[in-house]
């Protein structure tokens, strides 16, 4: 099934996927542009995982200074930073590269401790997509990536949906895709993560605790360009839909 | 406003509010931390912290001091209370104790100018922000600082009509009853009003969220056994133990 968190009519509700409707608890249906779409996840410890994708390691070479990575590279985002489906994202007027990142998120179910990889996806609630901006002007090499570049108000856009695991046996094989005013910018497939769902648990469970509510974004693949006020980004992965969102200027 | 643990509830509710001695409830444990929202951390803000880096900051991975404040975040499973035991883990000799002031904030804070910042602040509380010593401060691993019980903080928050001045509070930290470091809040770059106003340039404060101010220069270390005591006065004292990891 699939899950949204909305506002409508002057209440939050959750909602589930009906057909190309939404359909509130008491059966209410709604078009998708009739409602506001809020994050599909009260989030709990956001956790986002730095150059994942071996194409995109690559396409950030030339700012790397380290050579050989030894574990997964970790970082931790505030709920200040998120925004729902249909969302706007702010550009600052200074900034000469933002980009976005298509990323396949994924929502903790239950406690998990020092979970092996075998029975890591047990502890899955479900999934969602994500897409994570990046203000490169702000880069600094203090606790990359610094908040300043990676922790922005509402500089990740998350949803539409959250889609149960149970509707996704395998995460490890979904195509993500981002369009730029409709234009293809960037694919990729989630086979191609270093560290894949399964072993980001394992890896994240043995030193924290994760809960009900934790994300996990896993990264994104080659193919991140600068977008400027007014473009659309649509970031798509298979089986979980497509997450719009509009750039804007931080004027308004 | 004192804002209060809610374990004990009457009970310690009661002791702070009648700002009681914490030497009174030494002999209890099972404080809850303060409620807390998201809990921010700050590096490097003490001038002499910075400064004993020397030259490596122009060195590459650096290249250049920082400029905008160095910001991380506890997630919330590193939350602990006054008198907690914190679990070591098994290949770390001793923990650096990044002991500091927090401030907790009270009304939202988006974009506010340094000269409006402290009228955001609920109160402030005692913070012993744990890590796993590390070399490197370019892209270090969450294994180091985001380890479950790695923040405990409190006992209480003290509201901020109690604390005239956040940038002149002396910070002293005791292992197993020794003095092992003593520094001021005068001697950070950027102070409470500062630092809030700079944050929150490019991200909100929500009600509730921690900001720690930075830990001084020379951070103590602790190992297993041993308990740690910081007191920054008038909010109280902070007490906690270290001990070995429990088996996987």
Redesign the interface.
Known sequence: MKHARIAWAGAVHHAVADGDQLRLANGTRLAEDQVVWLPPVVP??I?AL?INYADHKKELAKEL??SAKD?P????????ALVGHRGQTRR?AAASFMHYECELAVVIGRHAR?VKRAEALLYVAGYSIANDYAVRD?L?????????VK???GCTALGPWLVDAADLPDPQALGLRTFVNGELKQHGNTRDLIDDVPALIEY?SG???L?PGDLILTGTPEGVVNVNPGDEVVCEIDGLGRLINTIVSEGL | MLVISDALGCAAGRAAAEDRPLAAWRSVSGFAPPPI??A?GT??NHRDALAALGDAVHQ?????S???P????K???CLAGHGAAVEV?ADADALEVGAQLGIVIGAEA?RVREADALAHVAGYTICSDLSVPHPS???????YK???GFLPLGPWVLGAQHVPDPDALEVVVQIDGHEAQRYSTAGMQRGVARLIAEVSS?????RG?LLMLGAGPKAALARVGQTVRITIEPIGTLEHRLVAEGP?
Do not use: Q
């Not at chain 2, 401060?137 to 294994?143: G, Q, T």
């Open positions: 709990g410890t956790i730095g200074s380290f574990e590279l970790a970082f931790l985002k505030g709920p200040n600052p020092r702000y600094e090499n203090w606790y990359r990536p610094n908040l300043r922790n922005r108000d994240l030193f924290m605790t809960s | 929202a998201t921010y590096l490097l590459p991975p650096y290249k250049a920082p400029k905008a160095v910001l991380y975040i997630p919330r499973h883990p988006c401060y370019y892209r270090p691993s969450l294994r985001a380890r479950d490019f991200m909100t404060l929500a969220d996987a």
